[in-house]
Each structure stands twice: as structure tokens, then as C-alpha cells.
């Protein structure tokens, strides 16, 4: 249609882009739709909000205005858009990119790895670089190096760039460039997002709206920041409270000072530790008790590394650690120092002369934590977040999509509401394997190329199980959370790698293999019992070495669940307590070992073959090719193992190759 635009009720005092100096008072062709207004003059397009000028010339945040549907830029649409350059964003990038996706990663920095030139603020990462095993296998080595992302290129391993056993975030942040840039991702840097949000164009669906004013949109977004706004309680005098992220790391500012830190993390006990041996002496404020990982088996609880300050409040050097909440403290500024009071204190009923902090601070730092920054999304597509604990983290389904915005994905980090506490995807040396689960969840249901599997005989399966037992590095990252999952049918076995468990009744449409009757599943698993918050799992008689009580194993070992057929949605809702999945129709624990080698003939080998004949329904052992022909020549039937190798004349030599061989011989004669 043509409008004459100063007739039309569309008339504003915008200035044409190609002629800034000059009003709307010519005719030109205008285009309407529900959100835009779409002008075109001699000079280019200018795509306008109704009711809004042009941001040319401005730079605008989020938080100024409520239009979030101004385009300003065409050409930029990518099928996949991944916000963060960080090791997710990295990892997501690497396996679009071997794909041939059509994808682009947007970093607010001026390189890969932002977070990681900020923190941890003292410089030492606590994932563990371990660079000499015994062995050469190297998906068996991925199990103990914690930084490395997974690529096809070997000199991509941090092992390379650091012997330190916990690495320095520095050489860390040029690990994540040199992988961006020797494996050539698309990453545009200096792109600060500021506003995501959604329209109902099934191609285009989201918009991304930069720090200056450039829109990206794409079909599908995965945001893969991390979690990195500072948890701030509010409480009177938080004004008085450095947080971690701005400390000084200069150690006179410490010298000679008391410092209270609010916090019982990481972060917080890294903190002190730096400090320490400066001050007069330091004191930890936390609402719950302290969290030591090598009681709970959780890598985000507070690290041996980290807790030297344990040792010296325990050993009476002055240091300590205090139980309080600290929403319910005051910060009073008496001079140059700070008192500490408790609201609605009933422990000490008004006498505060034996209040343990009733001594004045010098500093006070805030190391809380993070959380996930939701305030870059339009109001109708603010990501749900999880619950309790889980609240810093957005709430996702089990394959990496938001609760409530469909076709919003989630990588690394925020992706561990699904396994807080329970496993390592919150972390590089888990979230590297969740990122390729979800890469081949986005391969077939956006462009149908099922999960990559394996054709097997039934009578390979136990040899692929033990193989994948002893060497597979996401399985044993990924305890609880990821699995093997081996579809049986009639002609054989199909195998898929680390799958997330989750899924298993929807595995056929999830991952596009069918599986209409028997299913095993492989995962590890602690325990359930065996650790947790204040227990020692140094104790004595911790460890079961019976194969008839594997079931009691409280270390790390390999769980196998057969299903008859696929558990519904139901089943998986109402499993019991502290299970990972339904009820099975059989359960096999592989007994726990301490090295971790389960190939041992009777207490690992037998067993497990007994569960699979009872799973196949027949005799699953492997003959010597005599035993075979013997039973061959003496039996209506032989075992499987037999028809399948033997009968089909696998490891015999073929007969002319024998004549041959007896004639070469007879002449040599």
C-alpha cells in the first residue's frame, strides 16, 4: 500500500536514514505488520517500532525503555546463536561447527573466556590438570584432566599448557582462545546483549538486541553465559561490604587488619586462605554448615585446597567460622571499622558481652556466589528458574530446553539445575559431555541425524560394556546423569553413548532410535547412603568387596538397569526415592574396586555375564574355536557365541589360504 505519510495517522517526526536532515513529508512505501513499520526509502531500510525513533547515534540498555521489538539490522539471522564465548559456548561451538550448522557465538569481551580474566579473583583454578596415569588411553585420561574441552585436535589438551596439578586461570584464558582459534570458530566479539526476545516467526524466532543497537536473530538460541551476578543479600550497612569481585588483591591493604568474609564457598575460603597469613586473624559467616567435598562427593563443595582456614580455627589460631544468618546481621561503621549486630538475636537474649563477632572488623568481603542473569530477557520469556538451592540456576527440562520457553536451550553451567548436588554438570569436566548431548539432541530434532550408535551382535555387548566400564570419561564425569544405552532387537543390539537417563522414556523420539521391546542402561553411581554432609567416608568398612553385596557399594561403580520395555513418564515420576530411574525389570551392581578396574574374571566378568544370559536368554560365553567344532559335531545346537564367530568362520583361516600354505610348505620340502 502507499500512504502519504503526512496524512497518515502513522506521521511521526522521524528522520529518514538516508537523509537524516529532512522529515517524513514525501511519499514513500510503507509496509505495516503487527510489530513494525517497516519504511523504504531511496537510500536503504529502516525498520521502526510504532512509536519509536530511531536509536542511531544512541546507545540504550535494557533498562531504558520497554520497546524490545526494534529491528535495526537485516543480514544477520544464523540458524543457531550460542551467547558466551566461554568453555560451553567453546564446546556447543566446536560440534556446530564439525556439523556444518549455520551458527555464531556473541562474547561481550575482546576475547574467549571473559569470566575467567576476572576469576577466581586469587588466580589458582581447584579442577585438577593430572597429567601422568599410568596409562596411554586417552578417553581414559579425560577421566582426570578437568579443563580440557573435547576436539579432534591432541594439542588442544590443558595438560599441554600447565604441569601445575591446579593450573592458573591466566594460562587457562589462553587455552580457551587458542582453541577458539585454532579450530576457527564464529565468535563476534565486543557483542554485549542486552535484550533478548521472541516473535512468533517460526524461522526467526529470536531477537537479539546488542549495546549497540544491532539486532542477530536465529531460529534457535543457546545461552551458554554461566552463572556471574553476584549474590548480594540485603541487610543495613551492606554499603560497608566489599564484594569478591571487586576486592583488592594488593595483600598490604590486609596487613595488620581483622577481616570478616561472608560466605562458607569456595570463593569465600579462597578468600581467607590468600589473606591469612597478613592479618590478625580472619572469621567466616555462613547460614549452614560448612560443606567439605570429600564427605559429599561434590565437586562445587568446599575443596581440600581451599580449607586451610578449617585447620588453623580448629587448632586455635585465632581464625574461626560462625553459623548465622545473614539476612539478619547489621553492619554498624564505628570510625574507620565495622561492628556486627544480629536482628532479632533469641541465642543471645539482648547479652551480647560473649557475642562471638562482638569484636569490631577492619573488612568486611562478600563472597556469596553467583547466579544466573535472567534481566536480559523481555518480560514474556523471562527463563522460569529452579527452586531452594536451584534458584540461581534456570530451570530446564532433561534435554537442556527452558521450562517455559520453547526452543531457549541452556548450556554448561546452567544447565545444573538438573544435577545440583548430584553430579558434575555445573563444572568444565562435566558440562563438555552435557554440551555434546545436547548438540546431538539439536541434530535430530532440528535436522533428523539420530544419536550416534553402534550395530553390535548381543554376544559383543559384554565386551563393549567392560570396555566402556573401565575407559569411558563421560560416564564417570557424568555419574547419575548420563548412560549407555543398549537397544536390544531381534537381528541384535544397537549401543548409544551417554545419553542423559532422563530421557529414557522418551528415547525414541528424543534421539531417534526405536525401541520397541528390551533396553539396558549403564550408569554410574555412588552409594546411596555413602556420603553426605557431615558423614566420614574415610571410615572404616566403607568399602564391599563381595560380589553378592554389590548392591551395598558405596563407591563409584557400574549400574546396569534392563527394562522389559520403556519406562512411561509415569514410572519415571514415581521411582523411589534417591533412584535415578524406575524400578527395572532386572538390576545388576558391578561390585565396587578400588583402582577402579573392573575386567577381574569372577568378581566382575562372571557376574555380569550371568546378568546378560538372563537378560538375552541364552548361554552369552565366549569358546575356543575346539569347543565349538566338538559341540557342533555332538549337539543339535551350539551357543550363540559359536554361531556367531565359529559356524560363520570368523578367526579360522580360509581353505584355499590352508592349500596354499600346504603346498608352499610341500615344496620347501
Not at 544480629?342 to 556466589?369: C, Q
Request: with cysteine; glycine share 8%.
Amino acid at each position: 500500500m502507499v500512504y502519504d505519510v503526512t496524512k497518515s495517522v502513522f506521521a511521526r517526526r522521524h528522520y529518514c536514514l538516508c537523509c537524516p536532515l529532512s522529515y517524513l513529508s514525501f511519499r514513500m512505501d510503507i509496509t505495516l505488520s503487527r510489530y513494525l513499520l517497516i519504511i523504504t526509502c531511496s537510500a536503504g531500510l529502516v525498520a521502526l517500532s510504532l512509536g519509536q525513533s530511531s536509536m542511531m547515534g544512541q546507545k540504550r540498555h535494557s533498562a531504558e525503555s520497554g520497546d524490545d521489538t526494534a529491528v535495526f539490522s537485516s543480514g544477520k539471522y544464523h540458524d543457531y546463536i550460542v551467547v558466551g564465548a566461554g568453555p560451553s559456548g567453546l564446546q556447543l561451538g566446536y560440534f556446530l561447527q564439525r556439523a556444518g550448522r549455520d551458527y555464531l557465538i556473541l562474547e561481550k569481551g575482546d576475547s574467549a573466556g571473559t569470566f575467567y580474566k576476572t576469576y577466581p579473583r586469587h588466580r589458582k583454578l581447584i579442577s585438577i590438570n593430572k597429567r601422568y596415569t599410568g596409562k596411554t588411553n586417552k578417553e581414559y585420561n579425560m577421566r582426570h584432566d578437568w579443563n580440557s574441552l573435547l576436539s579432534d585436535d591432541e594439542s588442544l589438551r590443558m595438560t599441554r599448557y600447565s604441569e601445575a596439578f591446579f593450573p592458573s586461570a591466566d594460562i587457562y584464558v589462553q587455552y580457551l582462545n587458542d582453541f577458539a582459534r585454532k579450530l576457527r570458530l564464529k565468535i563476534q566479539h565486543g557483542v554485549n546483549v542486552q535484550r533478548i526476545w521472541k516473535t512468533g516467526n517460526k524461522k526467526e524466532s529470536f531477537y537479539i538486541r546488542d549495546q549497540h543497537g544491532n539486532v542477530f536473530t536465529c531460529r534457535y538460541l543457546v545461552v551458554a553465559t554461566g552463572i556471574w551476578v553476584p549474590n548480594e543479600p540485603d541487610f543495613v550497612g551492606k554499603e560497608h561490604v566489599t564484594g569478591y569481585e571487586n576486592m583488592t588483591l594488593n595483600l598490604n591493604f590486609y596487613r595488620g587488619k581483622t577481616v570478616l568474609i561472608l560466605g562458607k564457598g569456595n570463593s569465600a575460603f579462597e578468600t581467607a586462605d590468600y589473606i591469612q597469613p597478613v592479618t590478625n586473624f580472619v572469621h567466616l559467616f555462613s547460614r549452614s554448615r560448612v560443606k567439605l567435598a570429600w564427605e559429599t562427593h561434590y565437586v562445587g563443595d568446599l575443596r581440600a585446597i581451599n580449607n586451610g582456614l578449617i585447620d588453623t580455627y580448629q587448632l586455635k589460631a585465632l581464625d574461626g567460622v560462625l553459623y548465622t544468618d545473614i539476612n539478619n546481621m547489621q553492619v554498624i561503621k564505628q570510625g574507620d571499622r565495622f561492628s556486627v549486630r544480629l536482628v532479632n538475636d533469641t541465642e543471645h537474649r539482648g547479652l551480647h558481652d560473649n557475642f562471638a563477632a562482638r569484636s569490631p572488623y577492619d573488612v568486611i568481603i562478600r563472597a556469596l556466589g553467583f547466579h544466573f542473569d535472567a534481566s536480559i530477557f523481555h518480560r514474556n520469556i523471562i527463563p522460569k528458574l529452579g527452586e531452594g538451592e536451584k534458584k540461581k540456576y534456570p530451570a530446564i527440562k532433561p534435554n537442556y530446553e527452558s521450562m517455559n520457553v520453547e526452543g531457549l536451550f541452556f548450556a554448561g553451567t546452567n544447565t545444573h539445575s538438573l544435577d545440583f548436588r548430584k553430579s558434575a554438570g555445573g563444572f568444565i569436566h562435566g558440562f563438555r559431555y552435557t554440551t555434546r548431548a545436547l548438540h546431538h539432541l539439536l541434530e535430530w530434532r532440528n535436522h533428523k541425524i539420530p544419536w550416534p550408535s553402534t550395530a553390535l551382535r548381543t554376544t559383543q555387548v559384554m565386551n563393549t560394556l567392560l570396555k566402556r566400564m573401565n575407559e569411558a570419561s563421560g560416564l564417570y564425569q557424568m555419574y547419575s546423569v548420563l548412560g549407555d544405552i543398549i537397544i536390544v532387537n531381534d537381528t541384535g543390539a544397537v549401543y548409544l553413548e551417554e545419553v542423559p537417563v532422563q530421557l529414557l522414556p522418551q528415547l525414541e523420539t528424543a534421539t531417534g532410535h526405536l525401541a520397541p521391546n528390551k533396553v539396558i542402561v549403564m550408569v554410574m553411581e555412588f552409594g546411596k547412603n555413602f556420603s553426605g554432609p557431615g558423614t566420614d567416608p574415610l571410615r572404616r568398612g566403607t568399602a564391599t568387596t563381595v560380589p553378592k553385596n554389590a548392591h551395598l557399594a558405596g563407591f563409584l561403580h557400574p549400574v546396569l538397569y534392563y527394562y522389559s520395555h520403556l519406562p512411561t513418564d509415569d514410572d519415571m515420576l514415581r521411582r523411589p526415592s534417591k533412584w535415578i530411574l524406575p524400578r527395572p525389570t532386572r538390576l545388576h551392581h558391578v561390585i565396587e574396586d578400588f583402582l577402579f578396574d573392573f575386567s577381574s574374571p569372577v568378581s566382575h566378568v562372571l557376574h555380569l555375564r550371568r546378568f546378560l544370559d538372563t537378560v538375552f536368554g541364552y548361554d552369552t560365553r565366549n569358546y575356543f574355536a575346539g569347543s565349538c567344532f566338538k559341540m557342533a559335531m555332538t549337539h543339535t545346537s551350539v551357543p550363540k557365541t559359536c554361531q556367531d564367530q565359529y559356524l560363520r568362520g570368523e578367526g579360522l583361516t580360509h581353505a584355499s589360504h590352508c592349500e596354499a600354505s600346504a603346498v608352499t610348505q610341500s615344496t620347501t620340502k
